[in-house]
């Protein structure tokens, strides 16, 4: 069968989301993988957007932005940013979010803020490279009950330690997160465009769980910067279907993930 | 105690105490409006939100006067900080952006912004870092008089060794809770789609932040792209989303948020939008002659939005107007004669 690894990936990311769910999903990638859920298993998903669009399908192909009128045309109600990120996030309601990252470290700490030549305390030195801030990934991070990451997987991403805790994960691992009293769990399984990565338990550690039919574990364990442990029951993730495909490719409208594999 | 950008939660509790909140008809020139409400060295809110309703428009009249030091508060934008970036990139002396307190500059699908890299990679900028949510909180807190508001996003992450957040225990739960100090920008630029002469604003698509940034800021301009009867304004009153009693100048700049997106009217307009953050980049690489050539053409050339837009070829504007889908400005007006 004839697919990208973006597309495995979306995929691989959608089929983590569940029927009847309320989601929240970011622009590009995210709302790819959680509209294609929602089209293609996950029903009467209550989607929104951290803009403030409740309920909304895209139309007219991938929006440009989380705000524009691609996904709010159809929508069934607008609200402030703090209603959708308070209300509906940090309330504690929203079962399920997916984000981004520029780069992810063992514990799913992720940072879309900035890279820096010298970890130490970076934020009083200008960065080697600016990113675009955290956005709302914060309170997804903070306030779901579990949320997905994706990320293309390149060793320069998939860092030891992130230069920047944009939005928290796991912290330093083990129970670390348990004192902030947050409502979510915390990141419940990162997929990448060469397979997935979930949390041991106790150290909350991600390890390799998931690989592809486009991938191996030598390659993840190569294009990843730490030494990442495999699970005993690793396990070789199910190609797309085609009715899956047909429908990421009904929603991917654009041929975001069809550009390059 | 901590130094407030902007107004303190005293000071804009007593400015607001003592604004004029007639219903007049506030109609001024854009230029009127920013020579009257913008000052060197304000905090300025920028409305919408990343590059849906930016205020493009005010943007360039800023850029076009000439402001200092200006510190931008917003929860995530594009345009609106990237022309004003520019226009410090090109010429220090006459436009310059001390500090930004936001949680996300970029243009998301179009990519990260090449002049917050330039600036802040030079060194030439403060930065404080929040979520979107903290942004919106803070603005909330200004608007409704508090000082501070409390909120868990993001505990646990190195925003709080940039940030002005105080991390205590809750004194009702006894958990950690972080603190946010209130934002009261001296003034706010936002861009609606409808508005009355004297500055009811009705939006359509996601409000954003932008209600509770007008009320949290000292000043509030409003750019619309109609001018509509007050009387049709008020037949829907759950739809106007800012009151006219927050707003100082309102002025009708039909694509006053191009090359952005603004909800129901205009789609963004990939090709220029991609043109312009392409001349950013050139300069951030080192080459600013197509980034001075574009403003020289766009901002400083012209005088206005109107001018601006007879510059950009009409089959594409007929085109963002086109594929914006879902236009549904419902609640129906006559537009202002």
Known sequence: MNYTRQEMMAIAAGREIYAGEM????????????HFAKRNHAFGIKDLTEGG????????????????????????????????LGMMVASGRCDVGIIGAAQIDKYGNVNTTGLWEEPANPAYLPPKTRLSGSGGAPEITC???????????EKKRFVEKVDYISSPGYLSGGDARARYNFHGGGPALIVTTLGIMRPEPVTNEFILTGYYHSSSIEEIKENTGWDLKVAPDVQLVPEPSPRELENLRAVDQTGMLRKKG | MIEWTGLSPDEARQFLANKDKSKRDKRMSLKEAVQKFVKDGDNVGVGGFVNARQPVAIVHEIIR?????????????GLGPEYLAGAMALDESKNSIKRMEFAYFAHEAFGISPLLRYLTENNKVELEDWSNYDMSARLKAGSIGIPFIPCRSPLGSDMLKTNRAKVIDCPFTGRPIMLLPASHPNVAIIHVQEADIYGNCRTQGPMFTCPEMSMASAHTIITCDRLIEHDDMTRFPNRVTIPFFSVDAVIEVPFGAFPGNCNGLYYFDEKHTAEFRGACEKLRKGDPTPLQNYYDTYIFGVENTTELINKIPLSQIQYIQK??????LDAGYTVLG
């Open chain 2, 65 to 77: 006067q000439g402001r200092k030091d200006l510190t931008l508060s917003f929860a995530s934008a």
């Open chain 1, 53 to 84: 669009v409740y309920g909304a399908t895209p139309v007219g192909g991938l929006p440009w932005g989380i705000e524009d009128n691609r996904i709010s045309a159809n929508a069934t109600s607008f609200t402030h940013c703090i209603d959708a």
């Open chain 1, 143 to 153: 306030s779901c009950k579990r949320y997905i990451i994706m990320a293309a997987h």
């Open chain 2, 323 to 328: 594929i914006e889908p879902g236009i549904r």
């Open chain 1, 23 to 34: 989601a929240i999903f970011g622009v590009g990638l995210s709302m790819l993988a959680g």
